[in-house]
């Protein structure tokens, strides 16, 4: 069955330091990928998205993310991660043509000062 | 950037009444829309698709006559809770999506159902 496995629930980082968000996919093919955040009570703000080419690829606010096929994941980094940077983070993956979303459990990342 | 907004943001009422929730895309046309329901500290659950002029696909396990869908242009949907009861409040979020299915699915800020 297709599923979308963030293995973290909940990261703590100190602001600085570099982040690394994980997410693995189970599909038969290559699907869509997404990176989402969330801040407390307010809707799902895309950070970058995956759909063909160069396998890492550039998000809004220092983000990016690498495809890699052979591990089934697109896990999220950001080199120095900022107080503001606190959050939901929601991988999803678009299957089916991209008709069909299905999004992981979320990580929660909490920034120490 | 696109941008969808839902309306109201949050509601209050109670058991047994109906509300109506709206999600417009305000700089493009949606030719696709999905509704979700997230309950807290979760991730998001896809309740239904809807294509303007369409009927609304529900997921499995989803009432299609408890939560009514209508798509009637290009950019507006609205979701409407029927007879509310307590374990319908959530947020829900809206989507849309342009046209093509490539196309990124942009989210609306959520809406807060409480029902008492």
């Known amino acids: 069955a297709q599923s979308v496995t963030q293995p973290d629930i909940h990261i703590t980082v100190s602001e600085g330091a570099s982040l690394e968000l994980r997410c693995n996919y189970s599909?038969?093919?290559?699907?869509?990928l997404f990176w989402y955040v969330q801040s407390p009570g307010q809707g799902l703000q895309l950070l970058l998205k995956?759909?063909?080419?160069?396998?890492l690829v550039q998000g809004i606010k220092g983000f990016e993310a690498e495809f890699k096929r052979s591990q089934s994941s697109f896990n999220l980094r950001k080199p120095s991660v900022h107080w503001s940077d606190a959050a939901e983070y929601f991988c999803?993956?678009?299957?089916?043509?991209?008709?069909?979303?299905?999004f992981g459990a979320g990580t929660r990342l909490t920034v120490k000062p | 950037g696109a941008v969808v907004s839902q309306h109201p943001s949050w509601v209050i009422c109670k058991s047994g009444t109906s509300v109506k929730i709206e999600c417009r895309s305000l700089?493009?046309?949606?030719?696709?829309m999905f509704w979700y329901r997230q309950f807290p500290k979760q991730s998001l659950m896809l309740m239904a698709t809807?294509?303007?002029?369409?009927?609304?696909?529900?997921e499995q396990g989803v009432e299609k006559d408890k939560f009514l869908i209508n798509h009637a242009s290009l950019t507006l949907s609205t979701l409407t809770v029927t007879s509310a009861h307590p374990e319908d409040s959530s947020f829900y979020i809206c989507?849309?999506?342009?046209?093509?299915?490539?196309?990124?699915?942009?989210f609306g800020p959520g809406t807060r159902l409480t029902v008492l």
């Open positions: 989507s849309a999506r342009a046209g093509l299915r490539t196309d990124t699915q942009y």
């Open positions: 700089d493009f046309q949606a030719t696709t």
């Open positions: 999803a993956v678009g299957l089916y043509n991209n008709n069909d979303m299905r």
């Open positions: 809807s294509n303007e002029g369409s009927k609304a696909t529900y």
């Open positions: 995956y759909f063909s080419g160069d396998t």
């Open positions: 599909y038969g093919a290559t699907p869509y």
